[in-house]
């Protein structure tokens, strides 16, 4: 970076950026009853989260490449430009696929915006400067968890759905602006090798088995020819994957820092936990909104206290660690987690109110506490020149997780709603445009709608959510069972660096 740089505005610039990115993840979520209420497909809603994340995934490894090749500025402006891009048109959809092609745009530019922002930060400040920037830009994530559900619930109870897309506009012209003037480099450029054959393969395997996982029982039998081939696509692209992973000079997931039991138990702990996430921050606005007939902003406060304590046990890990060891405060974590989903498996429509609040408080505390301690513990475990690489697998086994668990619930309550309708309807399986009934007042209004109509679907819902959290206590249960795999001591950590053989 040159002298020319405007240190504090480009800082701004960066918050904003990703302030933008982390809010339009969870903002969604309360508005989402709304939105298929509107455009119909409730068997699609799980994929208006998972191509977002999934397309985040792939190129945010791509984007780091391009960035040491054509200049931070460049590619980040690429990414914002791309991200407002995709939330007009997010905003203007029609139908759900609409929406779910035009958040896979989105998703393409938040996956520059992320990691480079970070890089920015580490270009600009030193040392102990850089740490702290660091930290003060983890916390966004927390500040966006809090404002995203409340945002989304406004814009959906007092204006329209369209808004929380819409918004994006005036905030993101802001960050390029600020980037564009203020942001002036120097640099090198770095001879890199992109592992596009990885990302090739990583997207078709993944994206075969969401689809298999999300039609399969519904679009088509699971025995189906259609669902057969997606399967097998999937298992023989992410075979080959894993194959070049660990053949190509700049992989696109490091294999090799697996080998360290460490950052494998981190990692796959990181991974089921944010199965865990994304379950409550989807289906329990779902279950506040269709169930109890609350309003979007009622579900976007419920989910609130996840985002409060999630920052409140972050920073008491971060001081509890070092006194009381980095396994047993993880622990905890894995174990508060546990707790808060077995009870969210016992609600019913009659609970009160307050127990949801609860379980959120109880399920954010454990995430803070766990979530903490794995980045910790993986950044520990790798010399400075495999810091990055170590982090970014971490942060790459999270988005994963959110990916394949909306998947995998959703399968999980689309079949849940299937079979449930067919016991209270019949064959027939009721009415056919459930999606009407997911968000309060949003009944067909083209007829009047029969009291005990709308109770049945309201109880096929409830049935369908109620699974979907017993299935997320099986997660919460391997999550902690993982955890109980963490090297117990320090020393054994730096023992197993030691030892292990490290990529050159």
Request: proline share 4%; aromatic share 12%.
């Amino acid at each position: 970076m040159t002298h020319h740089t405007n240190r504090p505005m480009v800082t701004l610039a960066m918050m904003v950026g990703v302030l933008l990115t982390a809010i339009d993840t969870t903002v969604v979520s309360t508005a989402m009853p709304r939105i298929v209420a509107d455009l119909s497909g409730i068997n699609l809603l799980s994929w208006v989260f998972a191509i977002y994340t999934l397309t985040t995934a792939v190129t945010t490894p791509i984007y780091g490449k391009l960035a040491d090749l054509f200049g931070r500025k460049v590619i980040f402006s690429v990414g914002v430009v791309l991200f407002l891009v995709g939330s007009m048109l997010s905003g203007a959809a029609q139908s759900m696929m609409q929406l779910i092609f035009f958040r896979a745009l989105q998703g393409m530019g938040a996956g520059a915006v992320m990691p480079i922002t970070f890089t920015i930060i580490g270009d600009l400040y030193p040392g102990e400067q850089r740490a702290r920037m660091q930290g003060v830009f983890s916390a966004m994530w927390g500040i966006a968890g809090i404002i995203g559900p409340l945002l989304g619930g406004f814009f959906v109870d007092y204006w329209s759905w369209r808004w929380i897309f819409y918004i994006n506009l005036p905030v993101g012209i802001v960050a390029l602006l600020l980037v564009v003037f203020y942001l002036h480099e120097k640099f090198e450029r770095q001879s890199h090798k992109i592992d596009y054959w990885g990302a090739l393969l990583f997207t078709t395997g993944i994206s075969s088995l969401l689809y298999a996982l999300l039609n399969g029982g519904q679009a088509y039998a699971w025995d189906s020819f259609t669902t057969l081939t997606l399967f097998v696509v999937a298992g023989v692209s992410l075979s080959a994957f894993v194959k070049i992973e660990s053949k190509v000079q700049e992989p696109m997931l490091p294999l090799s820092l697996f080998g360290l039991r460490v950052i494998a138990v981190a990692n796959v702990a990181s991974f089921l936990a944010s199965g865990v996430l994304i379950a409550t921050s989807v289906y329990l606005p779902m279950w506040i909104q269709s169930v109890l007939d609350h309003s979007a902003t009622s579900s976007g406060l419920t989910l609130m206290p996840m985002s409060i304590g999630w920052p409140i046990a972050s920073t008491l890990a971060g001081r509890w660690m070092y006194k009381l060891g980095s396994k047993a405060v993880s622990v905890v974590g894995g174990a508060l987690i546990l707790v808060g989903c077995v009870w969210l498996s016992l609600i019913h429509s009659n609970s009160p109110y307050w127990y949801l609040i609860a379980i959120m408080v109880i399920i954010g505390l454990g995430m803070g506490f766990s979530m903490t301690i794995f980045t910790v513990l993986i950044q520990a475990a790798v010399p400075w020149r495999l810091r990055g690489a170590a982090t970014a697998s971490n942060s790459f086994m999270r988005t994963l997780g959110q990916t394949v668990g909306i998947a995998v619930y959703a399968t999980w309550f689309n079949d849940a709603i299937v079979h449930t309708a067919k016991s209270h309807f019949g064959a027939g399986g009721g009415p056919r445009n459930l999606s009407a009934f997911l968000s309060p007042g949003a009944t067909p209004a083209a007829t009047p709608v029969p009291h005990a109509l709308v109770q049945a679907v309201h109880a096929i819902l409830a049935s369908s959510l109620h699974g979907v959290y017993v299935a997320v206590v099986g997660t919460a249960v391997l999550t902690f069972v993982a955890i109980l795999f963490l090297p117990l001591h320090k020393n054994a950590i730096h023992q197993q660096v030691a030892e292990s053989a490290m990529p050159k």
